[in-house]
């Protein structure tokens, strides 16, 4: 389950929040009776709706980067969310967004490759690119080469990398709010825990005998 409450319909905004349920679930109480046409729960949505100015903020998100006004190639708009979706483990952006790029007639080579596209040979040289320059906004925070960014500036416009940029980090932010709410398919427990020793183990044992401290 989610970390916070999920708002039925009986207790949504009308003015923002109504409106959404309608469009993603119809007549259904999405607390009540869960489910979306793409197979999510759809918990990311009513746990947003606890704040109406919010889930109405990243609405505005969404309609952003998928307006006609978009100068950027939605391909390669999708090939950064989705990197940022499994650079920062998110189960949920990431599987949307293979959904995406799949939707968009993108191979299941390229889709599948994804993970490991530092050594694919199926990206053109712009798609590359696109991954390069997410990788360091998401992995590296924003620390990018200015040998990376002159190779985005001779291949992109100004406007591009822009609309590049904040989609990206729109999609960071996004994996790390849907991890730490375990919102949707980013409810599961931390695979990193201890594994314990054998019973009779000494740490003195694992350090050689000596008796010290971290």
Known sequence: MPRLRQVPKAEANKDTVLPLYHMLFGERDPVAEPGTATGT???WWTVFANSPDTLKHAAQGFAYYRSANRKLDPVLR????????????????????CKSLRGLGVSEAKITAITAWQTATCYDPKERLVLAYADRLVTHLGRVPDSL????????????IMELTYTTCMYLMHAVMSRALRTEFDDRDDPITEVAAPPGFSALDFLGGENRKD
Do not use: M, Y
């Open 41 to 43: 729960p759809g918990d």
């Open 149 to 160: 960014f002159d190779e985005l500036k001779a291949a992109f416009s100004d406007e591009e």
């Open 78 to 97: 999708e090939l950064g969310q989705t990197w940022a979706g499994w650079a920062t483990g998110s189960q949920f952006v990431f599987s949307q967004h």
